[in-house]
């Protein structure tokens, strides 16, 4: 059975830095997808990355591009989304969730960690 925990969350001020953990257990990476959603208060779950081994990792929303990284600890069988330069408008609570492939649609995927807060607020 794949289940994924999320990490990480927390307030943090305009311009401050957090790191996110997924850390997984029940499949591995070499045949599966980990992409990272969120969602703001009143809007919908949206796409902010996702890696595969075959694919390697697309950042979806132009707002985070440069600013979100991805990195893994295999060892740990932990994936880290690793947020910077983070603003408001970045609150959301963040989820990590597998499938086969990549995808930047939530309805692609079926397995999800329970998620965690993120608040960027001064």
């Known amino acids: 059975q794949l289940q994924l925990v999320e990490s990480g969350g927390g307030l943090v001020q305009p311009g401050g830095s957090l790191r996110l953990s997924c850390s997984y257990s029940g499949f591995t990476l070499r045949n599966y997808a980990i992409g990272?959603?969120?969602?703001?208060?009143?809007?919908?779950r949206e796409g902010v990355s996702c890696t595969s081994d075959s694919s390697g990792t697309t950042t979806y929303p132009d707002s985070v591009k440069g600013r979100f990284t991805i990195s893994r600890d295999n060892a740990k069988n932990t994936e880290y989304l690793q947020m910077n330069s983070l603003v408001p408008e970045d609150t959301a609570v963040y989820y990590c969730a597998a499938d086969?492939?990549?995808?930047?649609?939530p309805t692609d995927f079926r397995s999800w960690g329970q998620g965690t807060q993120v608040t960027v607020s001064s």
Not at 36 to 44: L, S, V
Not at 100 to 105: A, D, E, G, P
């Open 36 to 44: 990272w959603f969120r969602q703001a208060p009143g809007k919908e």
């Open 100 to 105: 086969y492939l990549c995808s930047y649609y």
